[in-house]
């Protein structure tokens, strides 16, 4: 998986809305036929690298109902005049009829679903005879999951790995929220129009887009306030850069001090789970806190005063605190976190210690639990979490009053007075491995001590053990990935110094 540069993402609702506004100015069927412009570019890309051109490739067009059937069809109808071998395949309801003339008219033409052939009782479907297919069977007006028959279609393009090009989404998934409930289209890429949508950016829906590519069809990329609130969810994502990570990360400078940089104050692991006290600890270090204190149990104080001979075990000034991981089932927690609340600093409380919450805590806490923990906390079930991770973020949110990282393949920040989620940067699969959550725990109380506001260290954190992940593919522990940070930040920081570089630049000749 590549890390996609995408920024904003809005629901359904919202898009409607800037719909609306572009039908007044520009039309609806100019807004189609941008769209279909577009979609026909992205597919003729795709020709000329599997077959050499357009001219006489084989493209399928799976078509359904509604609008996202006539983008396709009149992408079809574009390719046909280039020489493409074009067939619509009727999928889902009447297709759009002024899209279907059009291929008509280009020289394309209409088959049902079942002139295909597939054979439902077959172990094995025959590969659907096309260079490309395009899926133009649902976009944002379509319900989660496919009919059997389309689902047939969809595995078997997916089983035969053919080139899937996905009209605005993959058709089966769940637009607003992420979720693939049941079957649905695996894009080798999505052309999606205006801005991006919840499923672009939040798996496993993100995971069947592919490469995404958002056009510019004319439609106001802000949405105002009105736009969003019409929209009765009003989902706001914004995906954290690349750039924006370097930017957002702390470096010192030659006045630095250690307490400049920020002391970490931790209390995490216990005799019976040592090991999250060291790899959160190891996370702090690493990714470059002034100083760490570990003030938690003596199993683990044992093991990291081997390991980290520049940590204290003293108490003393601390500028941000870290509790929780691996505490198991710890009798004073609750007067832990009570103790803490009183101390006015940030703190990150992660897994154990979320059984301890005081009733509200403020928005410069931060809670970082994966869904079951996110679960537990708002008395849910773990899959009322996974079914709609923004839902059950911004519910953690309102329940305690803090700053919620909710973990996972995604990773979702929402704060209290911020109309937007931020989402991290993607991380590969191999970071979901026990240890990886204290590490990161360990990196979002750096980042707190060092002055980073809540919700941005809580992005930059997520995005950084993301980004490191990506550097070193495989399966590297959790321990080796906190090691493999330095290198990391340094090549963040040397990315910043090209950025302000350029900004400097750009202003004396600007
Ligand atoms: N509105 C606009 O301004 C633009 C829209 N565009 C395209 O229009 C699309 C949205 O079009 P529509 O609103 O017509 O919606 P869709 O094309 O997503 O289709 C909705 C239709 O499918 C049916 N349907 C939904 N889910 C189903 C399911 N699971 N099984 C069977 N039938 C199902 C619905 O009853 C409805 O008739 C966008 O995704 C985009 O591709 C583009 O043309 C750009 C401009
Ligand atoms: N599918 C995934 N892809 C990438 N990263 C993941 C995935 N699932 C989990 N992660 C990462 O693994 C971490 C797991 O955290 P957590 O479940 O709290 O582990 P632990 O408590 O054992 O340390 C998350 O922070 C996230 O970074
Ligand atoms: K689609």
Known sequence: MSLVEIYDAYDVGTVRALEERAFDTVGADALMQRAAHALALAVAREAVSLCGGVYGSTIIILVGPGNNGGDALFAGARLARRGARVTAVRCLGTPHARGLAALRAAGGRLIDLDDLGLDPAARIQQRPAADIVVDGVLGIGGRPGLPEPVALLARACRDWLVTTIAVDLPSGVAADTGAVAGDAFAATRTVTFGVAKPCHLIEPARGRCGEIEVVDIGLDPAPSEDDRAGSGSGRWLRQVQTDQLAAY???????????????????????????????????????????????????????????????????????????????????????????????????????????????????????????????????????????????????????????????????????????????????????????????????????????????????????????????????????RLAELMPAAIARLQSRRTRQLDEIRRSEWTG
């Open 249 to 479: 990360l702390p470096y010192p400078d030659a006045g630095s001090d250690k307490y400049a940089r920020g002391v970490v104050g931790i209390d995490t692991g216990s005799d019976t789970y040592p090991g999250a006290g060291v790899l959160s600890t190891y996370g702090a270090v690493h990714s470059g806190a002034g100083m760490v204190r570990y003030l938690g149990a003596d199993v683990p104080r044992a093991l990291i005063r081997e390991r980290l001979p520049n940590v204290v075990f003293s108490p003393g000034r601390v500028q941000a605190h870290l509790v929780g991981s691996g505490w198991g089932d710890r009798p004073d927690g609750a007067a832990v976190l009570a103790r803490l609340l009183g101390d006015g600093l940030p703190t990150v409380v992660d897994a154990d210690g979320l059984g301890h919450l005081p009733a509200r805590v403020p928005a410069t806490w931060l809670l970082t639990p994966h869904a079951g923990e996110l679960a537990r906390l708002l008395g849910e079930d773990r899959s009322w979490v996974t079914e709609d991770p923004v839902r059950a973020v911004r519910a953690g949110v309102e329940k305690t009053g803090a700053t919620v990282l909710l973990k996972g393949a995604t990773q979702l920040v929402c704060t209290p007075d911020q109309p937007w989620i931020d989402v991290a940067l993607p991380g590969p699969a191999w970071t979901a491995q026990a240890g990886s959550g204290d590490v990161l725990a360990g990196i979002c109380a750096t980042l707190l001590a060092a002055g980073v506001r809540t919700p941005r260290a809580a992005a930059a954190a997520a995005s950084l053990q993301a980004y490191a992940a990506h550097r070193n593919p495989g399966p590297v522990p959790p321990q």
